[in-house]
């Protein structure tokens, strides 16, 4: 198989290597291929958007998640490194709360998948990032959410000394006791 799996400490979260060909030239994978990611995840999903963001050092995206048509995602670096963090939403998970963070950087080549369900948001700890992510739905502004990143409920160990770059729509993100969750 072209695809290594790794359960998280959410089990939903997956962590997923691809097989990287390479010599002195260079290296080539495939980031994707529908029937791997199927028979190594056992899930089936479809992607309909593709996203692609650079982000300075100190700059924290996050944590997102839309209330209404949620999104898995599948989330990768291809410049740089970042601390990716997933949250679990789901008032009838056992997990509900909790959150995973991983490394992803072009080096480890990692990707993260991050199912319905979860908010997400990643550090950029790198001087720059490159950051990709499919979607298995597509953007709707008026539902989208948003979590406070330093939430103490959460009490997520972002590796940051001072304060993070926020956009003006994290600035004003929800407490997670306010925040809209999923059933």
């Not at 691809?18 to 479809?46: H, I, L, M």
């Not at 679990?88 to 199912?115: C, I, M, T, Y």
């Not at 009490?155 to 304060?163: E, K, L, M, Y």
Request: glycine residues 6%; negative net charge.
């Amino acid at each position: 198989m072209n695809l290594k799996v790794t359960s998280t400490a959410l089990p939903e979260v997956l962590i997923l290597e691809p097989r990287v060909f390479g010599d002195d030239r260079g290296f080539f994978y495939e980031s994707f291929n529908a029937t791997y990611f199927e028979k190594a995840t056992g899930v089936k999903q479809t992607f309909v958007q593709d996203n692609h963001s650079r982000s300075a050092r100190d700059v924290l995206r996050g944590l997102h998640y839309q209330i209404q048509h949620p999104q898995g995602k599948l989330v990768r670096v291809v410049m740089g490194e970042v601390f990716d963090v997933a949250v679990d939403l789901r008032k009838s998970s056992a997990n509900f709360g909790k959150w995973v963070g991983v490394s992803l950087s072009a080096e480890n080549r990692r990707q993260l998948w991050v199912p319905e369900g979860f908010a997400h948001g990643f550090l950029v700890v790198s001087e720059w990032a490159e950051f990709l992510y499919k979607t298995t739905d597509f953007y709707f502004p008026e539902h989208e959410r948003c979590i406070r990143w330093d939430d103490p409920a959460l009490a997520i160990n972002w590796p940051i000394d001072g304060p993070p770059s926020l956009s003006a729509k994290d600035e004003k993100g929800l407490p997670f006791s306010s925040a809209e969750v999923y059933a």
